[in-house]
């Protein structure tokens, strides 16, 4: 057996080189496989777009809903705030009506149409109307008696018509100063008659068809609103107030009027005195009832019997008290001029707004008249 020194060139070792040069040809063959391009990434290979799986297309957006048209709002009657039923406000003046309130003069035609009537204290303490007509056109009104120095402030705003029986130049001219037209009978002008059922002169009456067909060609329009009204009954104003079911209102000695709550018509029916007040047939009732603390002075003229005639201060201010739905609410009223109409708020300088409906206007001497709210 060989030792540790055997002849390098012997067979043994021979093949112990044979083997290592076979080991290092392999490795080198191994390392001459990887060249530089091998430091490039792999190639990866991507599926055509039809072959990627599609995503879902997006949800068209939610279209916003239309907003719903505001409603117009409704055409309403100007000198009542109650619906008119039409496009638009039919085209006519409004017309004032003077009005007798005697005993003599009772009951009444046409005062239950009237959209305001204003009741006012004339000579020897009896009280007469002021009845505005707009909205109906009522062909007998009545007793119609001459007009008065107050007339002209109170219809003035509304740039219509007055009719009356007569009356004292001044007070005539008084009434074309203020822009307001005059119709009447002593003039000869359409639409008054006598009654042979009553003495004169309480029995003339009016036709309002009549007297506004008489309309200059100023006087063409409807008249503009003289009060601010709520859309609703039961909406005012005096909603707010604490109820009340009667108002006594004592003009003079020789008139009291009372207004009585009637729940199941929402209105207020009038008495003249212990006496239910009718008119055409009807008793007399207002949705609204206004009560103005007014000053009254005497002028120079005097009426037939020789008795100052009274004069109603319009232009000024004063307190008051609103009407409506069975309350009360205290008010105050100005008015800055004998064209501006009156203008009410409330303690706090609130405007004030009536039901829609008539209304009747209580015009009360301060000092000789008052009221009782109960």
């Known amino acids: 057996m060989p030792g540790p020194h055997a002849d390098p060139g012997a067979p043994g070792a021979r093949r112990s080189r044979a083997v290592v040069a076979v080991g290092v040809a392999l490795a080198l063959l191994a390392t001459a496989g990887c060249g530089a391009g091998d430091d490039q990434a792999p190639t990866v290979t991507v599926a055509p777009d039809s072959a990627a799986p599609k995503a879902a297309p997006p949800k068209p957006e939610p279209k916003p809903e239309p907003k719903p048209k505001p409603r117009p709002a409704p055409v309403v009657w100007p000198l009542t705030g109650g619906k008119t039923g039409t496009k638009k406000v039919p085209k006519r003046p409004a017309v004032a009506v003077k009005i007798e309130n005697a005993p003599e003069a009772r009951p009444h035609q046409g005062l239950e149409r009237a959209d305001i009537v204003w009741e006012q204290v004339v000579e020897g303490g009896i009280s007469r109307f002021v009845a505005v007509y707009h909205s109906k056109q009522p062909t007998t009104v009545g007793p119609v008696r001459s007009v008065r120095p107050m007339d002209p402030a109170i219809v003035a705003p509304m740039h219509g018509i007055l009719a009356y029986s007569g009356g004292q130049p001044p007070f005539i001219e008084d009434v074309g ?16 008659r006598r009654s042979g059922d009553r003495l004169a002169p309480h029995n003339v009456y009016g036709n309002v068809r009549t007297f506004t067909a008489q ?78 603390s007014v000053a009254v002075e005497n002028t120079s003229f005097r009426d037939p019997s020789g008795a100052p005639v009274p004069k109603t201060v319009m232009v000024g201010k004063g307190k008051g008290a609103l009407l409506s739905g069975g309350r009360v609410i205290q008010v105050f009223w100005s008015k800055s001029g004998k064209g501006k109409p009156v203008k009410l708020k409330t303690r706090q300088g609130d405007p004030v707004r009536l039901d829609p409906g008539n209304l009747w206007v209580e015009l009360v001497p301060r000092g000789d008249g008052d009221w009782r709210l109960r």
């Open 177 to 192: 100063e203020a822009g307001v037209q005059s119709v009447y009978m002593d003039r000869g002008d359409a639409g008054f």
């Open 215 to 292: 309309a200059n060609k100023s006087r063409t329009e409807p008249p503009k609103a003289q009060f601010a009204y709520a859309r609703k009954v039961g909406d005012g104003t005096a909603a707010q107030g604490r109820k009340v079911k009667v108002a006594d209102v004592r003009l003079s000695a020789f008139q009291q009027t009372v207004w009585s709550w009637q729940a199941k018509a929402k209105k207020y029916a009038r008495s003249d005195g212990g006496s239910s007040s009718f008119s055409s047939g009807e008793r007399v009732r207002a949705r609204n009832v206004l009560l103005m």
